[in-house]
């Protein structure tokens, strides 16, 4: 597996006006893994 190095990444705190934008960010990347699988108990 080829890792790439990252440089400059910056962490910042999340606030409450980023809430929606993170739960459209993890809502597209799971729901090819719902569609495949179907775990309704796990997904929100």
Known sequence: MNEKKL???KL?????EDAM???RI???AF???YEKYGDDETFV
């Open 7 to 9: 440089k400059n990444v």
């Open 12 to 16: 910042i705190l999340a606030t409450v």
């Open 21 to 23: 934008e993170i739960h």
């Open 26 to 28: 993890k809502y597209e």
């Open 31 to 33: 729901i090819p893994l």
